[in-house]
């Protein structure tokens, strides 16, 4: 089965920095990619995906993800932050065999002023 | 198009309550998951139903349950309550056909069992 690995658990960075958030994932065949945002007492909304194609994805906000097959990892980056950055990113895989899809531990962005 | 909803946000039982939440998904998507969420677990998957036939299935215990009716919506059951099951508990849903992999998602359930 395919799984997840968010490899921060929290990241803090200033206003306008670039930011990176790092997700490695392990399944055995084809996979989509996604990333997920989640504001406080809210639900996940979707950033970006990855299904097939280029392998870079952009995504809202000004988010972008690069697929990297060969090291299985699947890194969110924005250049500069803003403050309503602030909440808790979660990366997710599924693969081509099943419907399910698997989400990782999840990174908390804090930007700070 | 509406996005994802659920009823009630918010929830305070006792132990040994019954409670049920109930989702509606977005106009056009046949197929519901629900996930458990809470600081220690993460995400945690429930289940997911489609075309009212439940077609996934979590690690979770048979108090967890849920169906599908023939509008979409759907409901989630839990049957005597224990202080674990406080949780967010969040519906997801998305097209359904292969290949469609994209979930949407609800403000989701707040559950407070004391």
């Known amino acids: 089965a395919q799984s997840v690995t968010q490899l921060d658990s929290q990241v803090p960075v200033f206003e306008e920095a670039p930011v990176e958030l790092r997700c490695n994932y392990s399944?055995?065949?084809?996979?989509?990619l996604f990333w997920y945002v989640q504001y406080p007492n809210q639900g996940l909304q979707l950033l970006l995906k990855?299904?097939?194609?280029?392998?870079l994805v952009k995504g809202i906000n000004g988010f972008e993800a690069e697929f990297n097959k060969s090291q299985t990892s699947f890194h969110l980056r924005k250049p500069s932050v803003h403050i309503s950055d602030t909440a808790e990113y979660f990366c997710a895989v599924s693969d081509l065999r099943n419907n399910d899809m698997r989400f990782g531990a999840g990174t908390r962005l804090t930007v700070k002023p | 198009k509406a996005g994802v909803t659920q009823t009630p946000r918010y929830l305070i039982k006792t132990r040994g309550q019954q409670v049920t939440l109930s989702c509606s998904p977005i106009?056009?998507?046949?197929?519901v998951s629900w996930y458990q969420q809470t600081p220690g677990q993460g995400l945690q998957f429930l289940f997911e139903y489609f075309s009212e036939t439940q077609r996934n299935k979590g690690n979770f215990p048979g108090r967890f349950s849920g169906r599908q009716f023939s509008n979409s919506r759907s409901e989630m059951n839990v049957s005597t309550l224990e202080l674990g099951d406080s949780a967010l508990y969040l519906c997801?849903?998305?097209?359904?056909?292969?290949?469609?992999?994209?979930?949407?998602f609800g403000p989701g359930t707040r559950l407070t069992v004391t």
């Open positions: 106009s056009g998507h046949r197929s």
């Open positions: 997801a849903s998305r097209a359904g056909s292969s290949g469609v992999r994209e979930q949407y």
């Open positions: 990855y299904l097939s194609g280029s392998t």
């Open positions: 399944s055995s065949v084809s996979v989509y």
